[in-house]
């Protein structure tokens, strides 16, 4: 169900198509979405950069857990296709499995630590319309990251939103990496391809 075809490699422009193999260390591949910006360089080159800025860590948050926390914004908000491609890339960083699987059901799990439950939480109320972020969840959240880290975890979060629009009114296609791995990763929620096939 696509509304717009990704372009091939030959049809990006030459330096825009260097620019997004950043891509290819978290995913594997340059995914659609940013293929189908691409008729607009300009903003595919634009989220690019905002990607690799967002996704940069220079506090205690990992890429592994940024991924999670996109897996966490994308499945409150029912994007399929960004669920897919968080669960990848955080495998790709070196998540487990029992991290995987407890990534929506974190308030119970022992794999996840205290800040990193608060952040899932925040994530979580930040991806849900209306936004159900609340005065004592920001106190929580400030109480176990610094001030960059808070703006990190909501730049994945807010990256997230872009995204989860992006992909789900274009009914994206599903490249075949993260097809692969929300398949075998994500077997235990209610995850299929759907609209994203």
């Known amino acids: 169900m696509s509304v717009l075809k990704p372009l091939t490699d030959e049809e990006f422009e030459p330096a825009l198509l260097e620019e997004c193999q950043f891509f290819k260390g978290p995913l594997g591949v340059i995914p659609n979405s940013v293929r189908t910006m691409a008729r607009r360089p300009a903003i595919a080159r634009a989220f690019t950069e905002l990607n690799a800025a967002v996704m940069k860590c220079d506090g205690a948050l990992t890429p592994e857990f940024k991924r999670l926390i996109g897996y966490i914004t994308s499945f409150a908000s029912g994007c399929r296709y960004c669920q897919a491609h968080t669960i990848l890339a955080s495998e790709r960083f070196g998540s487990t499995a029992p991290r995987m699987t407890d990534a929506w059901n974190y308030e119970d799990s022992p794999h996840f630590s205290e800040a990193e439950k608060v952040a899932l939480s925040f994530a979580h109320a930040a991806s849900t ?12 959240l400030v109480k176990h990251w610094s001030e960059g880290e808070v703006v990190e975890l909501m730049g994945v979060i807010a990256l997230f939103g872009f995204l989860n629009r992006w992909n789900d009114s274009m009914g994206t296609a599903l490249e075949d990496l993260p097809m692969e791995s929300a398949t075998r990763n994500l077997a235990h929620t209610d995850w299929e391809a759907g609209k994203h096939r």
């Open 129 to 140: 319309v209306p936004n159900s972020v609340t005065p004592e969840l920001g106190d929580e």
